[in-house]
């Protein structure tokens, strides 16, 4: 009963919360910028929606309830390859990252947490105005704790689970469908969350 009490509690703070920068399921609030005039971010979640985060996870996913938050940035996919592809030799990396391909493939990446800064980068584009865009905050929420943690996995799939489950949860507890709001499958996430040696 008291883990009941304790997701319907980190849920409505979800929809308060993020009523504050973005709109609540239902509303037709807009979301104030989170970039300024100078292209400099100007604002991101807010430090309480992190912690409501971070209280739904450690409750729900057993995750440990650090709320030592995370470096947030929106960046440009240019950026996002820049930053996912990082470990290539500078040669290899300047060609994947000026690759048309490479690009067009990283417009689909909504996100990426990099463990040695504590940083999530987020799409330039996302405002968290809705139960998707915060449910793609989550999912980098759990990396983050994952880090913090020192959580060690068999491959980077095995990372993935229990952030897709996660994820997945929270757009369900939205009303949502997972697999319609992101285009995907059943296949397709098993195959991004199973080890395949």
Not at 8 to 25: E, I, P, R
Not at 39 to 62: H, M, R, Y
Not at 155 to 184: H, N, S, V
Request: glycine share 6%; with cysteine; charged share 20%.
């Amino acid at each position: 009963m008291k883990r009941q009490i304790i997701l319907a509690l980190a849920f409505l703070s979800f929809m308060t919360t993020a009523s504050g920068y973005g709109q609540a399921a239902g509303s037709q609030a807009s979301a104030p910028p989170l970039v300024d005039e100078q292209g400099e971010q100007a604002g991101g979640p807010k430090p309480d929606l992190l912690a409501s985060i971070v209280t739904w996870l450690s409750a729900d996913f057993d995750l440990p309830d650090n709320y030592s938050p995370p470096r947030i940035e929106l960046v440009s996919p240019m950026k996002m390859a820049a930053v996912r592809y990082r470990g290539l030799g500078a040669g290899l990396q300047a060609r994947v990252v000026s690759d048309e391909q490479w690009l067009e493939k990283m417009r689909d990446t909504v996100a990426l947490y990099e463990d040695n800064n504590r940083t999530i980068y987020l799409r330039e584009d996302w405002t968290g105005s809705t139960a998707a865009e915060i449910s793609v905050l989550v999912h980098e929420m759990v990396h983050h704790l994952q880090n913090l943690a020192g959580e060690k996995f068999e491959c980077a799939q095995a990372r993935e689970k229990p952030a897709y489950a996660a994820q997945k949860k929270w757009i369900e507890m939205a009303g949502l469908d997972f697999f319609q709001e992101f285009e995907t499958d059943p296949v397709t996430l098993m195959l991004r969350t199973v080890c395949s040696f």
